[in-house]
């Protein structure tokens, strides 16, 4: 599938999720019910289904490294600039936010296997799964030092227990030693099918109940940090990784234009900090990421024949 039908597909799957809220065919309470599902069933099932076949050699190391580099490069940035009093404490904790924890395992997996048809649906979800950990582990710790002024290991160790996280670390070890039993191979394939189409209709969900014009204004400055700082620290360590087809630099290249990661504004939400701003961040992140996908796209075809 090419590049545009794979975002009239995703804007068709969002416009639904609209829709759906805007007639009321689904209700706040079920978006959290479906949302629940993708979050503690479909996702997971997929992290399994995905990971428990990778074969791990250099390029799936690449990956790891071409996917978390630029986002530790950009919140190093961030944090610099915090240091030497340019920008507030409440700024640095919300960019960082914005940056560390992008919406890969929702969004993510559902462009990647409508755009390439299957074909590098592993590397996504290995992708997914590494940014998933980190975005996560990342953002408690931002919110915990907000809040408390400290940052707490335990805390960080309880992130660990989450359905998403805790199936990566069985499908790590499914594909390390080699184990599958068919029955359960063919279950955590059926189920995982259902996690990209829906978590892009919850996010349709999501971005019909978070829009206003005026959150937007206070947004804005972050998602197009999000927007240009990532592909920009995501292009310059490309330059330094050899050995990797088109497609792998293509891949990385195009992640960094994954817009901010619904979760982010569930974690707010827990820790009372700012909710509404992230929440707008999310929103407005999802719908500037299918211009910034595009440019991201374009742009790529200079760079690596495709």
Do not use: C
């Amino acid at each position: 599938m090419d590049f545009l039908q794979t975002l009239l597909l995703l804007l068709a799957i969002t416009a639904l999720g609209i829709f759906s809220r805007y007639r009321q065919l689904f209700t706040a309470s079920d978006k959290l019910v479906l949302n629940n599902f993708v979050y503690r069933f479909a996702l997971p099932a997929l992290f399994i289904d995905t990971i428990s076949s990778i074969q791990f050699n250099l390029i799936e190391m690449e990956i790891i490294i071409g996917s978390v580099l630029p986002v530790i490069i950009s919140i190093i940035i961030i944090i610099s600039l915090y240091t030497f009093k340019l920008i507030s404490k409440e700024q640095m904790i919300i960019s960082s936010l914005t940056l560390g924890f992008g919406s890969n395992a929702f969004f993510g997996i559902a462009y990647f296997d409508s755009l390439f048809g299957g074909e590098i649906l592993e590397f996504a979800v290995l992708s997914a799964s590494i940014l998933g950990i980190w975005g996560v582990i990342l953002s408690v710790a931002f919110l915990e030092y907000a809040k408390n002024g400290k940052v707490k290991i335990a805390i960080l160790f309880n992130t660990l227990k989450s359905p998403p996280v805790f199936a990566i670390f069985i499908g790590l070890a499914l594909a390390l030693f080699g184990f599958h039993i068919e029955f359960f191979d063919k279950a955590s394939a059926l189920l995982g099918k259902t996690a990209g189409g829906l978590a892009i209709f919850v996010l349709g969900m999501f971005i019909y109940d978070t829009f206003s014009i005026q959150l937007i204004k206070t947004a804005l400055p972050y998602v197009l940090l999000r927007a240009i700082l990532l592909p920009a620290t995501t292009f310059l360590v490309l330059i330094f990784l050899p050995d990797m087809t088109d497609k792998m630099y293509t891949f990385l290249f195009q992640q960094s234009g994954i817009p901010a990661a619904i979760a982010l504004a569930i974690i707010a939400q827990k820790y009372d900090y700012h909710e509404k701003k992230l929440s707008s961040i999310v929103m407005l992140s999802s719908l500037f990421s299918f211009l910034v996908l595009g440019l991201l796209y374009n742009f790529s075809f200079h760079l690596w024949l495709f």
